[in-house]
């Protein structure tokens, strides 16, 4: 029997959701996404003579007495042993608070980085609390994050606070009514010019629109079409690709589990995606 190639990739489970906002949030089942998604990533691949890229190392560390400090630093621990061992890193959620986490993890390991970013919101809110909100507010006070490397795409329901940031440090937004007037390859030329490697990828499910992707803790209308996810992010899978994540899913939300299936399918594709290709753009 021929010896399998080494994976690529260490993927963690983060069952957690932790930082959820009751007071935004339509559900906060999303601790129950990272085995939702496994088991949605078996029943469309097991059996089948696919290549799987990932080795599943299982779930971080959560509780319910946890902190969100606490949190972050057992992402931050498992992210810098992946990294450590000259892995690509996969993290499956939960709650988008996380990122921070492997975000330091990041910044530590690999220096200054970019950061392609799929969400309904900016995560930017300027609070002190640590919150799925404030993500990347924290990433960039933090200097973690650079904000001019920052490419949102799918933004589109953003407070005050969060566009006073954007006008003040000027990331790169592409809404997705943008992508529609600029199709997908002008929209990529744009995130390739303000994207330098290497590259991480945060994808919140609730960036694909709610009618193809309901099973979301924040759903907002007229979203991404999965296609346009998937094509974008794909064009930075290639050897420059630190790692990615797909976050808040929420099972009791998801009609016929179809927001699920798209989060296997792009699990799949995007690890599978740095196999097969050095440059998909």
């Given at each position: 029997?021929?010896?399998?190639?080494?994976?690529?990739?260490?993927?963690?489970?983060?069952?957690?959701?932790?930082?959820?906002?009751?007071?935004?949030?339509q559900s906060s089942d999303s601790h129950l996404g990272p085995s939702a998604i496994r088991a949605a990533y078996q029943s469309l691949f097991?059996?089948?003579?696919?290549?799987?890229?990932?080795?599943?190392?299982?779930?971080?560390?959560?509780?319910?007495?946890?902190?969100?400090?606490?949190?972050?630093?057992?992402?931050?621990?498992?992210?810098?042993?992946?990294?450590?061992?000259?892995?690509?890193?996969?993290?499956?959620?939960?709650?988008?608070?996380?990122?921070l986490g492997s975000l330091r993890a990041v910044k530590k390991h690999c220096g200054d980085f970019s950061l392609l970013y799929f969400d309904a919101h900016p995560d930017l809110m300027p609070?002190?609390?640590i919150y799925y909100g404030s993500t990347l507010y924290h990433a960039a006070e933090e200097k973690?994050?650079?904000?001019?490397?920052?490419?949102?795409?799918?933004?589109?329901?953003?407070?005050?606070?969060?566009q006073a940031f954007i006008e003040q440090h000027h990331p790169?937004?592409?809404?997705?009514?943008?992508?529609?007037?600029?199709?997908?390859?002008?929209?990529?030329?744009?995130?390739?010019?303000?994207?330098?490697?290497?590259?991480?990828?945060?994808?919140?499910?609730?960036?694909?629109?709610?009618?193809?992707?309901?099973?979301?803790?924040?759903?907002?209308p007229l979203g991404l079409y999965p296609r346009e996810v998937l094509a974008l992010?794909?064009?930075?899978?290639?050897?420059?690709?630190?790692g990615f994540e797909i976050v808040e899913h929420s099972p009791k939300r998801d009609v016929q589990n179809s927001t699920v299936f798209l989060a296997a399918t792009l699990l799949q594709e995007l690890s599978h995606g740095c196999i097969t290709s050095k440059d998909n753009s």
């Open positions: 029997m021929a010896q399998q190639p080494e994976k690529k990739f260490w993927l963690y489970g983060v069952p957690s959701h932790i930082g959820t906002d009751p007071l935004t949030s097991e059996g089948y003579n696919i290549p799987c890229a990932f080795e599943d190392q299982g779930d971080v560390k959560t509780g319910e007495e946890q902190t969100v400090e606490e949190l972050l630093e057992e992402i931050e621990k498992q992210a810098s042993k992946a990294l450590e061992n000259d892995k690509k890193l996969i993290f499956l959620g939960g709650s988008h608070t996380f990122t609070e002190e609390r973690v994050l650079n904000p001019e490397r920052i490419g949102f795409v799918g933004i589109r329901q953003i407070e005050e606070e969060e790169l937004v592409i809404s997705p009514l943008e992508i529609t007037r600029l199709g997908l390859s002008a929209s990529l030329n744009k995130l390739k010019d303000v994207l330098p490697p290497p590259y991480y990828i945060s994808i919140d499910l609730d960036g694909i629109d709610p009618s193809l992707a309901p099973g979301v803790t924040t759903p907002f992010a794909l064009a930075f899978c290639n050897e420059h690709l630190i």
